[in-house]
């Protein structure tokens, strides 16, 4: 009986869904997508609780969040590694993946910045979006030329 494939659940808009769709395409895993807006789609809540994207339904399991999926995705397809086997830049893959992943993109998306909306103007939620952006890019970078040393 052939295994079912498993199912990307994400959006276009989502930086966080694309990441688990460079994670698939790269390690040539065959998979079906489903587009959703985790905030209207009443039955999205079923597959993730707390109505965040990406999350991957891979038979009987449910993975949610892009690093843990990505991470999930490695151990169950260890052809085509994500990850270096050097122990010092395997940690600071981590650390990038988790900065971009806990301490950029969630502190300028929708759940921070939608939450004041009509309380805040435009151009103050810009401020806050190329705060973090600005203040994470600036150490990726360093972290970068630290590897690359
Ligand atoms: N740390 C999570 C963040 C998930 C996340 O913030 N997803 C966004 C899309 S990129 C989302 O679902 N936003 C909907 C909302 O904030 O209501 C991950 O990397 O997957």
Redesign the pocket.
């Known amino acids: 009986m052939a295994t079912a494939k498993p199912i990307l659940y994400g959006?276009w808009?989502?930086?966080?869904?694309h990441?688990v769709r460079i994670a698939l395409n790269l390690k040539g895993v065959d998979y079906e997508y489903k587009s959703v807006n985790?905030?209207t789609d009443p039955d999205y809540e079923k597959i993730n609780p707390i109505?965040?994207?990406?999350a991957l339904v891979d038979g009987d399991i449910v993975v949610?969040?892009?690093?843990a999926?990505s991470l999930y995705l490695e151990d169950k397809y260890p052809a085509h590694p994500l990850l270096p086997k050097d122990l010092k830049r395997k940690a600071l893959n981590l650390q990038i993946a988790n900065i971009v992943?806990?301490s950029i993109?969630?502190l300028q998306?929708?759940?921070v910045i939608?939450l004041h909306e009509g309380s805040m103007s435009f151009d103050q939620g810009l401020q806050i979006v190329q705060h973090y952006i600005d203040k994470g890019f600036r150490g990726l970078i360093s972290y970068h030329l630290f590897i690359v040393k």
Do not use: E, F, V
């Open positions: 959006a808009i989502s930086s966080c869904s990441r985790p905030r109505k965040y994207i990406p949610s969040d892009s690093l999926i992943c806990s993109q969630p998306g929708y759940a939608g």
